[in-house]
């Protein structure tokens, strides 16, 4: 099964995404035809140390959703430890909105492969596993032969292209839980127990899988690693902003004439991306909200969105990056309906184990759907922001707070939309408001 994707645009920066629409791109023989593995031979030259400085320059950020540093992530596991050293890629890409790191996976899959191996030198690993999204069978699928085709190439297992490197690769499907794809419940189904999250400290990268140290990263991340270094750190920054290095795939969807993944730089206008990018809003209509990168991120008024699309930039304007899911609103959106629509996806998704968010986002669930149905007072508008922020911070894992952030952001900036829909239903003679 081919995945179809938009036609690249004029706009975009491709990097990632260059291979993107060659004939058998997915192929080892199309990928060694354009570069593939240079970058794994160039750092079998540099070494552990440079590798991560490399990384370290070239302002890689955790494009899974947190941001985090990956070179200083990487840092952080222990080359010495008397354990063995596991690299893990969370290819379980389940937050609303997002859709990118399947295309890198079917289109360009040995880029992550080779990204991968140059974390297993930087870290003195010589095992990684891919925990693929279960809802992603054909890409397990796809996969296998990926791997298959590298070992009987000579591209991983005890002599990697001839070098003496020695690196093997594992895959695992998840069961289609979005808890997962927080990387201690991914490590606990990894092990073959129920997914749910793990009490921090330890991290993983001390203590990961099999309580061995770990380096955790998303397939996008990873992907980004054989150009940086290649090209240098240097070169990949200068892609982005200031702290905010290269570019990123960017899931445009929603009220938008060209919907699609585009690869972007960091800092790119988000009103451009909108209108140039995506080709604008149909029929002329106005924009309402952007969710800038899926579903747990606080909503931006459309007064808000000029701006620039890196981590910074959105943390100063109350929002996150996220993991690129950036999903548009026009002004025919009711703003109720979708709080509760995200709501449901999260009371739905909760593994359970924490009161705050199993109770919080069924209470949340309730209460949303009596207010998009017209039942209830305007207090029970300040009893759901409420609610939500008490949500925040009490978690062992961020789905509370992916659940709270976007209702809390839609509550105070629509409420005018919410106390319209008490009113109508009311003056309809449907429900008694007061």
């Not at 003496?164 to 990387?183: I, P, Q």
């Not at 703003?335 to 968010?357: D, N, T």
């Not at 319209?420 to 239903?425: C, E, G, H, I, V």
Request: with cysteine; aromatic share 8%; hydrophobic share 40%.
């Amino acid at each position: 099964m081919k995945i179809l994707y938009n036609e690249p645009s004029p706009l975009e920066t491709r990097v990632l995404s260059r291979r993107f629409g060659l004939e058998n791109s997915e192929r080892l023989d199309t990928y060694l035809a354009t570069g593939g593995f240079e970058a794994f031979r160039k750092a079998l030259e540099i070494g552990p140390d440079q590798i991560i400085s490399e990384v370290k320059t070239s302002a890689l950020r955790g494009r899974g959703g947190a941001g985090f540093p990956t070179g200083m992530k990487w840092s952080f596991v222990p080359r010495n430890h008397p354990k063995p050293r596991y690299i893990i890629v969370n290819a379980d890409e389940s937050e609303p909105g997002t859709c990118k790191d399947r295309l890198l996976m079917e289109y360009d899959p040995y880029q992550l492969l080779e990204g991968m191996l140059i974390a297993g030198i930087a870290v003195d690993s010589r095992k990684g596993y891919i925990y693929v999204r279960g809802e992603y069978r054909y890409l397990i699928t796809h996969l296998e032969r990926v791997v298959e085709e590298a070992y009987s190439r000579g591209y991983l297992g005890k002599n990697v292209a001839g070098t003496g490197f020695e690196f093997d690769v594992y895959l695992h499907s998840g069961a289609g839980a979005y808890e997962c794809g927080e990387e201690t419940a991914l490590l606990d189904s990894l092990e073959g127990k129920r997914g749910i999250p793990r009490m921090k400290p330890p991290f993983p990268a001390v203590s990961g899988a099999w309580q061995s140290p770990t380096l955790l990263n998303n397939v996008e991340t990873f992907s980004a690693v054989p150009h940086i270094i290649l090209n240098g750190g240097q070169w990949f920054a200068g892609l982005g902003t200031p702290k905010n290095g290269g570019t990123r795939l960017v899931c445009i969807s929603g009220h938008v004439n060209k919907p699609g993944v585009y690869e972007l730089p960091l800092g790119y206008p988000m009103l451009k991306a909108i209108y140039e990018v995506a080709g604008g809003i149909p029929g002329g209509r106005k924009l309402k909200a952007v969710i800038p990168g899926g579903s747990s991120c606080p909503v931006l008024r459309a007064a808000e969105c000029d701006l620039a699309m890196d981590y910074d930039s959105l943390a100063k304007a109350g929002s996150m990056l996220g993991s690129g899911g950036m999903v548009v609103m026009d002004e025919t959106t009711d703003m109720v309906r979708a709080a509760l629509r995200i709501m449901a996806f999260y009371q739905h998704e909760s593994c359970g184990w924490c009161i705050p968010c199993r109770e919080g986002t069924a209470w949340l669930r309730k209460m949303l759907a009596r207010l998009d149905a017209g039942i209830g007072t305007p207090a029970d508008i300040d009893l759901v922001g409420e609610l939500s922020k008490n949500m925040l911070g009490r978690t062992f894992c961020a789905l509370g707070d992916a659940a709270a952030m976007p209702t809390i952001s839609i509550v105070e900036k629509f409420r005018d939309e919410f106390e319209a829909k008490l009113q109508s239903y009311a003056a309809a003679g449907l429900v008694q408001v007061g």
